[in-house]
């Protein structure tokens, strides 16, 4: 995997200012998970002071074990979360953000991030990002707010690898990847399977059960669901065990 050299300059203060219309890496409209709840004028001052970075597909914004230094802003495009250069934890898509743990406290990365997509992201330093806490105390509350859904996300998977058929959690990774990507899904049987912690045998009997439900499309290297409410329903009917 690639790696692009980060750094294509500032966003202006223009774009800085249209928050919540914020166009800072020239893309669609963009709200930030992480900052909601934060005020428009405090927003500015993060994107103010953040680093406009530009990736292709199939490049690697940071690999495990590397120095943490800063938080992304997800644009645009989509980014894989990988344990290592493998396993493929998480995806995330504009509104989201990664690589928090830089902002709390020194240390290397414990994943790898690569990019699905050509993407862009907000890259924001911890330097910078401690001088705004200090003076701006709902920033930090925010962050401490991101790090607290991460620990509920990743709790609520623990428990579904352990009580929720391996069918189910395939279903519900579908729904959430559909909705990281906006639309169709490119990846790879072996890749939806590592998001729901089981095999690609199990990941292509399921999306073969669905498309003859008619859930869903399948085509080489891309699913699209068609019919969300349906699968919805499969994924959410009784499953515990």
């Given at each position: 995997m690639e790696r692009l050299p980060v750094g294509y300059g500032h966003p202006t203060a223009a774009a800085s200012a249209r928050f919540p219309d914020c166009r800072a890496c020239d893309t669609q409209p963009v709200q930030w998970r992480l900052l909601q709840g934060v005020?428009?004028?405090?927003?500015?001052?993060?994107v103010a002071v953040a680093e406009h970075c530009t990736f292709r597909r199939?490049?690697?914004?940071?690999?495990a074990d590397d120095e943490g230094d800063a938080l992304h802003l997800v644009s645009a495009g989509c980014f894989a979360i990988r344990a290592g250069d493998a396993l493929l934890l998480d995806v995330v898509g504009p509104g989201d953000a990664f690589g928090e743990l830089a902002l709390v406290s020194p240390g290397r990365r414990n994943a790898t991030v690569q990019a699905l997509s050509d993407g862009e992201t907000l890259a924001l330093q911890r330097g910078a990002?401690?001088?705004?806490?200090r003076q701006r105390p709902a920033v930090d509350r925010a962050l401490v707010a991101m790090l607290a859904d991460r620990l509920r996300r990743a709790g609520r998977l623990i428990v579904e690898a352990h009580f929720v058929d391996a069918d189910v959690r395939v279903r519900r990774r579908l729904l959430e990847l559909a909705e990281t990507f906006e639309g169709p899904i490119p990846l790879t049987q072996e890749e939806i399977g590592q998001t729901a912690g089981t095999s690609r045998a199990t990941v292509n009997r399921v999306l073969r059960e669905e498309a003859a439900a008619g859930t869903i499309e399948l085509a080489r290297g891309r699913t699209t669901i068609v019919d969300a409410d349906a699968l919805r329903g499969h994924a959410f009917a009784a499953s515990v065990h």
């Open positions: 005020s428009a004028e405090d927003v500015g001052r993060l199939g490049q690697v914004v940071f690999h990002f401690e001088a705004l806490r």
